[in-house]
């Protein structure tokens, strides 16, 4: 399968958004659909996404001021009178200041409430490590009932929200305010819960969501002239996890690389070994990620070479695991030489 | 020997010159914020804190924490010019590998005492120094600067009660009330007046002054270090993005970024 219904990013002309403005778009949609929407924002109407709905749909909106905390109990009581709430602020305030009243208010409830986190991953750049949000897939994806989608682009955030908006129970969208590069058009298929294979490749799976898928397919074109063939996988909801696409790829391509814009602690990687050692098929694997460590200022691009997660990072986790994976082979084929 | 007025005047001159340059170097930050704390941070860096520059981590000296952690810039140039380190590093603000991060960082920066970043968290931290202080026998003083928008945080009301609570008449919490949030005026968003009000109830000791006068500023702070057994708030009247005429009361300038023709006007305009 050639990269379907794929933007043309072959070249560096790559056309560049932030992914909140695929949010913005959506949530316009939505109430121009005439959905019966509330969108909420916490004093960052200015640079979460919600800037312009605010100025359109002034009726659905509702700026509470610094008070996530209170932001969020609100939208419970707006899902129990029927309301479908989307509630924006920064990815580490929602998944962090107010994950008790997410847990216990509003998954404790199974409460149709949308919770936005921009500004996450890295994007917050130069405001430094206090206000990266590096933690928020980890920990949201723990809660009952949460589902955790990271899209890859503007055009796929938009989808994203619209689905959300029609998803029994809470939803956590990760948003990214750095402009990065838009891979998917309108016709790439997203299905809440399904990763999506974006290139074929038989010697080893990556699988990454988020803004980071771009920096896959890169990595993937690289080594394809050192003759490695690497399938790339857009694992845009990390929860609920697509087990079935991972055991698949265990079997067809015997190694994976997870790729996230986050901590290397909890979240896709995490996800994907569990799934992968509930398979019964344990093989090799490597996780791509910020480990166990706070980020710092630089601009969003710095900071994803500094961390290795751009193409050249994302290429040497694949020659590494390639190597478990050939020693795997080695060991598995003196064992049965010994036996014999 | 304790600066005059005048020279007081002319420290918080040069801060908010520091902050225009580091935010122009940057490329991001927030101007609005920390140019509104600049008088307060004068005052309290060069009168009002026992503070030795050539012993960062003495440990009688008096805290600050800084709970609007974004004015960063202007506590930053403030530990600058008091000599904690070379006023050139302030040009790093922001960069990859900086001593200087976006909020500040104990680790990384001489003269931090407190690590922080999230609004509202900052009250909390220097009720807990100042009963270590307590505990210990210790005189010193904590000072927490607090922006109004953020004392919509609970944790703010939170630890109001501790402090209170615990009579601890060695917090001193300033309030910058320019009346000015991210997204517009605070009284639109989610009102706080009566501010003061709301305070006394909470039983803190109020003085309500203008932030940028630097006469007021030193009066109410004596006044405050002069009350037993409660907490004192200064509530300080400000101007958001103070000393430069069209940042001032603008929410845009709440964190827009300083271009290289904005910044030859906003100096012109300080000076
Ligand atoms: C918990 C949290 N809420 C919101 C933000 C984004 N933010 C940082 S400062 C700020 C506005 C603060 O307003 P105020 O306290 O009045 O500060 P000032 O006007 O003095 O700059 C906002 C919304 C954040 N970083 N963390």
């Known amino acids: 399968m050639a990269e379907m219904g ?64 209170d932001m969020i109990g609100t939208a419970a009581g707006l899902a129990l009178a029927g309301k479908c709430v989307f509630v924006t602020t920064h990815g580490m305030l929602a998944a962090g200041k107010a994950w008790d009243i997410i847990r216990s208010t ?40 949460m589902t955790v989608v990271v899209p890859a682009d503007s055009v796929e955030a938009k989808k994203a929200t619209i689905a959300a908006s029609r998803t029994p129970g809470p939803v956590y969208l990760r948003f990214a305010s750095a402009r ?40 993937a074109r690289k080594l394809e002239d050192e003759g490695i063939s690497v399938r790339v996988i857009n694992c845009h909801t990390v929860k609920p996890f697509d087990r079935a696409m991972v055991s698949r790829m265990a079997v067809e391509t015997g190694a ?39 980020g710092e200022s630089g601009e969003h691009e710095e900071l994803l070479l500094h961390f290795g997660l751009t193409s050249r990072g994302i290429a040497s986790a694949i020659r590494e695991v390639l190597i478990m994976k050939a020693n795997g082979a080695r060991g598995a084929r003196e064992e049965e030489t010994r036996s014999r | 020997m304790s600066p005059t007025p005048t020279e007081l005047r002319g420290v918080a001159k040069v801060i ?47 805290r600050f924490v800084l709970s609007k952690a974004h004015a960063a810039p202007a506590l ?46 900052g009250l909390s931290i220097a009720n807990g120094l100042a009963i270590a202080a307590k505990r210990d026998g210790k005189s010193f003083r904590v000072y927490c600067l607090i922006g109004d928008g953020e004392t919509q945080e609970g944790q703010v009301w939170e630890a109001a009660m501790t402090s209170a609570h615990h009579g601890l008449d060695n917090v001193c919490a300033i309030i910058d009330r320019n009346r000015m949030m ?14 003061g009000d709301k ?53 845009e300038w709440h964190d827009k970024k300083v271009t290289e023709d904005l910044y030859e006007e906003a100096v012109r305009a300080l000076s």
Request: charged share 25%; glycine share 12%; with cysteine.
């Open chain 2, 16 to 62: 908010r010159r520091d902050i225009l340059t580091m935010l122009l170097e940057a490329g991001s930050g927030h101007p609005g914020g920390s140019l509104s704390a600049a008088d307060i941070i004068a005052v309290l860096y060069w009168e009002v804190m026992n503070i030795r520059p050539d012993r960062p981590v003495w440990e009688e000296r008096d």
């Open chain 1, 6 to 69: 794929l933007a043309d990013i072959h070249h560096n002309a790559a056309k560049l958004e932030a992914t909140s403005r695929g949010y913005e778009r959506g949530l316009i949609e939505l109430a121009e659909r005439g959905f019966d929407i509330i969108v909420m924002d916490a004093d960052l109407a200015g640079s979460s996404g919600t800037g312009e709905f605010r100025k359109r749909f002034p009726d659905r909106f509702m700026d509470i001021g610094l008070c996530e905390q």
């Open chain 2, 182 to 195: 991210g997204d517009g005026d605070t009284e639109k968003i989610a009102a706080l007046a009566p501010l």
């Open chain 1, 106 to 145: 509003i998954c404790y409830g199974t409460l149709n409430v949308n919770i936005c986190g921009a500004d996450a991953g890295l994007s917050a750049g130069a405001a430094g490590g206090s206000r990266q949000s590096l933690e928020d897939v980890a920990v949201m994806r723990t809660l009952t009932g």
């Open chain 2, 76 to 121: 930053y140039a403030a530990l600058a010019r008091r000599g904690y380190f070379d006023v050139r590093e302030l040009l790093t603000f922001r960069k990859l590998k900086s001593k200087l991060q976006g909020f500040p960082d104990m680790h990384k920066t001489l003269g931090i005492d407190a690590s922080v970043g999230s609004p509202g968290q």
């Open chain 2, 199 to 251: 305070w006394r109830t909470f039983n803190w000791h109020v003085i309500e002054t203008d932030g940028h006068d630097v006469e007021q500023l030193l009066g109410a702070f004596s006044e405050a270090a002069s009350v037993k057994g409660k907490p004192s708030l200064i509530l300080a009247r400000t101007v958001k993005g103070k000393g430069v005429p069209f940042m001032e009361n603008n929410p």
């Open chain 1, 180 to 219: 990065v590069p838009i891979v998917t058009t309108d016709l790439t298929p997203f299905t809440m819960g399904q990763a999506e294979v974006y290139r074929q490749g038989d010697d080893v799976s990556v699988l990454a969501c988020g803004v980071v898928v771009y920096e896959a397919m890169r990595a």
């Open chain 1, 256 to 294: 994976i690389v997870t790729v996230e814009e986050g901590a290397s602690i909890g979240g896709l990687g995490g996800a994907c070994a569990e799934a992968l050692a509930q398979v019964g098929r344990p093989i090799p694997m490597k996780i791509v990620g910020i480990e166990d460590r706070f």
